[in-house]
């Protein structure tokens, strides 16, 4: 996810004016997300982030407070910890980690967008997988490319008092170690598969630890909008990497989006891959507007270009 879709927030804006605007108009009058209140929460001294205990070695630090409401994994093995995502770098994620852990941190990106790596600067060992769209993101982003979207707008409450719109950017960082599509990262007596899935970014990957029964998901699976429409996103590859997450469903019980919500029922690999097979259907229902489509599915949508890119070949 990159941004928040607030089309019916502009539009009632135009229509009545910002004053006259409802209260439920606001992203974050769905929030607290009752959900979450079936995890255990976890006192780190910051009010930015949430962090939960999802199981005895899975923590979620999640930020609720601005509406990307990005999550990220904290794994904790016998030897090592796997940090999955480090957030927008607006709260200090570091010091989150070390109240959780003393062991040694390795990272690892469900995708190079800067609300997943923001501070991945703050961690000594970054693994990753090896594209030219990751190598062009980890050199990081200036102020400029955030004007619109980080904004205080997108913040509802507890912004951390050093943090400045000004001056946000998303940090360089450089990689330790790539890894292949398919490689198992051990923790100690925790085993992690990375396998691609390709499509909302050139770079997405799935993260499986079968032991625990979880697919950690990236933005290729949360209940809200998917977004498949940008330049780098390709929604044939979605369409297959939908399938390939779809044939791990019986090695998983749960699903770990990067956001909004977690620990989610692995059946949405069933309801994921028939949404994208419907989407080649052109007899299925979709609103079309601003060169994209978008396919309801009930919990989730799927937003593509419009007309979208399956089956397009080269030089059509
Ligand atoms: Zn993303």
Known sequence: MITKIITATLALFIMTGCD????????????????????????TGQDWFEVYKLTDNTFAIYEPNQWQEAISYLLIGSEKALLVDTLQGIGDLKAVIDQITDLPIIVVNTHSHYDHVSSNYQFDTIYSINTTYTQNNAKGHPHADYVDSMTIDTVWKNLPENFSFEFYESKAYSIDKYLKNGETINIGNREIEVIQIPG???????????????MFTGDS????????????????????????????????????????ETMLKAEYLNELRAATMAILNPQTPKTVENGRATYDFGDFSIITKEPHDFGVRRGE
Do not use: K
């Open 221 to 260: 699976f949360y209940p809200a909008p998917l977004y498949v429409y940008s330049d780098t996103s390709s929604f044939q590859e979605f369409f297959l990497s939908t399938q390939l997450m779809f044939s791990r469903r019986e090695d998983v019980d749960f699903l770990m989006p990067g956001h909004n």
């Open 200 to 214: 909302h970014s050139p770079d997405s990957v799935m993260l499986i630890d079968e032991q625990n029964r979880m």
């Open 20 to 43: 006259q605007t409802p209260e439920e108009e606001n992203w974050y009058d769905v929030m607290p997300r009752a959900s979450w209140s079936n995890f255990e929460l976890v006192d």
